[in-house]
């Protein structure tokens, strides 16, 4: 029998931290995960670990929240995170995942929790990328409820000499005029400013906002110093481009943020940018980068994708799996 624990601090708890030493991943992290209670998010958290009753052997993790709504309560992995869901043991087998999720299944009975909503990683991310996890999740009876669109670059198999005529005519183009740097300070109020202004800026020309306020992303990169990555693209000596890379784990590289400033739209910067930040990819020995999505509300942008193909991306799904409890 496999049993459900919940943990109720991840940052003194042992047993979690050393699972994820062994097959680490960002949105498992207690140090990014903390954001959300240093800036008063008030979610309410249901980390569970799942073992075999009666030892310390850890088969999966997961991050999860509570969420009330119209009288009933919902278990959501998770908000304040890009991704939920089950962080597996390596090398786990599909009978072990049959049984983690009736596990799972019944810790939501028991709690009373009218739903579950899980926002899946693309298969992808997994140690061992195979799509065993969907085929038990659905057989176990979660429905797909929603779908994206990610693309993620083979980084081993990026090759200046691949992407197509037009872009390599314009990267090098603007390899004589940009000059592309991390951001190897310590941020903060003073000199993160102009910095996060050209994403601000960059944002509110789409009508959205940073998923991060000015402070957290300050927060976020002083507690992961080695686990976030800044760039900055510069003509001359003003600020042109940024670029906000995350290290999900040894083998993948999530693209949170690439913003250019409009004023140097017509230097393409931003793609300019892109290429470098996947050239530093390759050259620390990351073998994906995830781009980002190509979607919105349900519709494929088409000029999005077809400007990520044009980098060597591939599409992935993101999926939401959705469980009522009865």
Avoid at 30 to 49: A, G, P, Q, V
Avoid at 56 to 82: P, Q, Y
Wanted: proline share 2%.
């Amino acid at each position: 029998m496999t049993e459900t624990i919940r943990v109720k601090n991840i940052d003194k708890d042992i047993e979690w931290n050393e699972f994820l030493r062994n097959q680490y991943n960002l949105f498992f992290d207690r140090r990014f995960i903390s954001y959300n209670d240093e800036f008063k998010k008030k979610i309410k958290w249901h980390h569970l670990m799942f073992r075999p009753e009666g030892t310390n052997k850890i088969l999966a993790v997961m991050t999860g929240c509570e969420r009330n709504a119209d009288g009933k309560k919902d278990f959501v992995s998770c908000d304040g995170l890009s991704y939920g869901g089950f962080l597996w043991k390596r090398k786990t087998d599909l009978i072990t995942y049959f049984e983690v999720i009736e596990s799972f299944k019944k810790y939501l009975a028991e709690n009373k929790f009218s739903s579950c909503i899980i926002r899946n990683p693309p298969f992808r991310y997994n140690n061992i990328p195979n799509e065993e996890t969907d085929y038990a999740l659905m057989k176990k009876g979660f429905e797909v409820t929603g779908i994206s669109l990610t693309n993620i670059i083979d980084v081993r198999d990026f090759n200046f000499k691949k992407i197509s005529g037009p872009k390599k005519r314009s990267i090098k183009k603007s390899s004589s005029v940009i000059t592309v740097e991390l951001f190897e300070e310590e941020p903060d109020k003073k000199n993160f400013r102009e910095f996060y202004d050209v994403l601000l800026r960059n944002r509110e020309l789409k009508n959205v906002k940073p998923t991060h306020s000015f402070e957290e992303l300050i927060y976020l990169k002083n507690k992961l110093k080695d686990e976030i990555i800044l760039f900055t693209a510069k003509i001359e000596t003003e600020l042109a481009a940024v670029c906000v890379l995350f290290k999900i784990n040894s083998d993948m590289i999530l693209n949170f943020y690439l913003a250019g400033d409009e004023k140097f739209k017509m230097n393409r910067v931003s793609e300019f940018l892109l290429y470098k930040s996947i050239e530093w990819s390759k050259e620390n020995g990351y073998n994906y980068y995830d781009i980002g999505t190509s979607d919105m509300n349900g519709k494929l942008l088409e000029g999005l994708y077809a400007f990520k193909k044009k980098f060597l991306a591939h599409g992935f799904l993101r999926k939401t799996y959705e469980h009522k409890i009865k």
